[in-house]
Nanobody
Framework: QVQLVESGGGLVQAGGSLRLSCAAS????????MGWFRQAPGEEREFVADISWSGNNRQYADSVKGRFTISRDNAQNTVDLQMNSLKPEDTAVYYCAADPTNVSVLSGLRARYYWGQGTQVTVSS
């Protein structure tokens, strides 16, 4: 089993930055695709970004492209999300996900992911 714990959320003004971190324990996730999702109140959980096991392949939702950067440190068993130029519409609970079925990108089989408990990000206008 893999346990994921997110940290780094908080309250920030529009235009500000936050860095989220996800620490994995239980086993190494170095060969898993990893990603971030978010869920605003009353909304579906949506994809934000993912990264391959090597870090060479990254994908972003159009809404965050150019503002967010996903990275990973396999030695530390962590994945981070640097969020710049934050907007009020970025307000959500952010979740880390690990996909044991794929090494390149998240497979889309969310039921097979390991999930963290989430961290709240609130962007004020």
């Amino acid at each position: 089993q893999v346990q994921l714990v997110e940290s780094g959320g908080g309250l920030v003004q529009a235009g500000g930055s936050l860095r989220l971190s996800c620490a994995a324990s239980g086993r190494s996730v170095s060969m898993y695709a990893m990603g971030w999702f978010r869920q605003a109140p009353g909304e579906e959980r949506e994809f934000v970004a993912d990264i391959s096991w090597s870090g060479n392949n990254r994908q972003y939702a159009d809404s965050v492209k150019g503002r967010f950067t996903i990275s990973r440190d396999n030695a530390q068993n962590t994945v981070d999300l640097q969020m710049n130029s934050l907007k009020p519409e970025d307000t959500a609970v952010y979740y880390c996900a690990a996909d044991p079925t794929n090494v390149s990108v998240l497979s889309g089989l969310r039921a097979r992911y390991y999930w963290g408990q989430g961290t709240q990000v609130t962007v004020s206008s």
